[in-house]
C-alpha cells in the first residue's frame, strides 16, 4: 500500500510543478516572448511524463493480467523509453528557454525621433540676498 502511494505521489507532485510553470510562463510570454513559449513547451513535456507515470501506477496490475508476467518486461521498457524522452525533451527546452535570447525591452518615455529633451533650467537660490542685481546697459 505504501509503495503504491509512494508511485503516485512523486509523478503527482512532479506533474503539480509542470502545471505551475505552464501557468507562469503563459503569463510572462509578454515579458520574455519566445523564450516563455519555449519554457511552456518544455513544462508540457514534463506534465506528460508525469500524467503517464501517474497512470502507469493506477493501470499496473490490470496491465499485468492483461500482458502476462512475461510480456511485463517489453512494457515497461517501452514506457522508460517515453519517460526518458519526455524528461530529457522537457529539461532541455528549460535550458534552451533560459539561453534563448530575448527580444529588446523598450524603453519607458518617448522614443521619437528628433525628440530632444529641454535641459534644466539654472539655478536660483531661494534667497533674494544672493542673486546678483541685474545689470543693465550703461549709455
Known sequence: MAGTFLSMLLPFLSTVVAAVGIVLTARGRGAHGRAAVIGMLGCVALLLNGLLQILQAILLNVVIESVGLA???IVIMVLNLLYFLLTTTGV??????VVARRAPQPQPGPQQPGWHQQPPAPYQHPQQGWQQ???YPSR
Open 133 to 135: 542685481p541685474p545689470s
Open 92 to 97: 532541455a527546452l528549460l535550458i534552451w528557454a
Open 71 to 73: 510480456a511485463m518486461g
